[in-house]
């Protein structure tokens, strides 16, 4: 694995998404203290820097083919942004900083995701791609230290954020070793569109369902706290928390993708929900914080899986698809929160995230055909599938299916209907496949 490569994107997700992005929320009783903001306009900026993110993201997938720039692009505008938070003078131009810090998150994301593409190794990028995305965890922590660092002065704590993220941006684009030669973007059509329907929804909702804490978190830990290190210390324990998300990759591959967006989902909704209830008790309130770390970076993860599985060839633009769906969710969710939060008494606003989140579950279990499971495990196949009475053991893999027989079995071996009816498989799905690196294709649709 192009380790380098690996710490310095999960730097760059750190200082975008943890510090310039989701350190509003951390931030914000500060900022409603200087400028005078109530639960409305502090969600209402947040929906604004969730929508920044969409927009960015479109155009990171229009620039698909130039990595580093987009790269770039996200480094230049969350810097701006922070520096914009630093000055700014009244809320109007803190609410544009933070907009355009939020928008640097939107070209990360993909420009990471292509350039693991191009430097790391097929079997070790499910891996490579969850570590970078835990770097959300990371830079959680690094703002809470950054809080305590700067005491009252956020002013000092926003130019900080601003040089950290030059910083990461100069040593990702260093760690870059196989620069991609420009050529057209792949762009999802109809047909992959359709496909990404479900987790669509699904991220979607779960953004809803988020958009709770990251916005509102901190603000309703610490309402009637005695002291803002209660508050600042349950966020840094919800980073440390979500850098277990790194593993995210493993655990699908180890479960399934379905197992492991249900478990996920769940366990964030359980913490928004324990959260609300139980703000003043530390042990309960830090383990809820605990448990959305841990559970949300583990579901933007695989997230990021699902996209490249349904999408294998164009898992960027997928994972700029979802995780477009997952910000649009979250602005919706700031901005309908923000309208019935009471800070006061936060359980009826947050159980309606809660349930949201529970709704994000149900999409992973309508069943398509974009259901296919890599692995390396042979299974099953039965014989009325395919009218073959064979009991052959393959891989559900398109990409590397092998028939399981002690060793390779050559194709002009196999029944001459079982050969008919892959070859009529492969033009009808798989159009652009040739017949010696797809092996038989009627074999890799699931049940």
Known sequence: MQWRLVASGLALIAATYGLARFGYGLFLPRFAEAFEMGPAVSGAIQAGSFLSYCVTALLAARLGSRPRLVVLLAGATAALGAAGVAAAPNAG??????????????????????????????RQ????????????????????LLLILVAGQWRLGWAVIAAVVVLSTAATLRSDQKPAAPAPAPRPGRKELALLGRPLVAAGLAGAASAAVWTFGRTVLATGAETELYSIGAWMVL???GMLGAGAGSVVQKWSLRTAWTVTTALMSAATLLLAATPGTAVLAYSAAALFGASYIAMSGVLIVWAVRVLPGNGSAGTVALFIALAVGQAAGSIGLGAILQPQAPLPAFGQAAAVGVLAILPAWVRGRADREPSDEAVPISSGRFGLATGLLVPLSCERTRLVLGERTPWATLPSRFRHRSAQHRRRHHPGAARASCWPSALCSSA
């Open 93 to 122: 131009v803190l609410a544009a900083a933070v907009i355009l810090a939020g928008a640097g998150a939107g070209f990360a994301t993909p420009g990471l995701v292509s350039l693991i593409e191009s430097n790391v190794e097929d």
């Open 239 to 241: 980073g440390a928390f």
């Open 125 to 144: 990028q499910e891996n490579a791609q969850t570590i970078v995305n835990s770097g959300t965890g990371a830079g959680l922590v690094a703002a809470g």
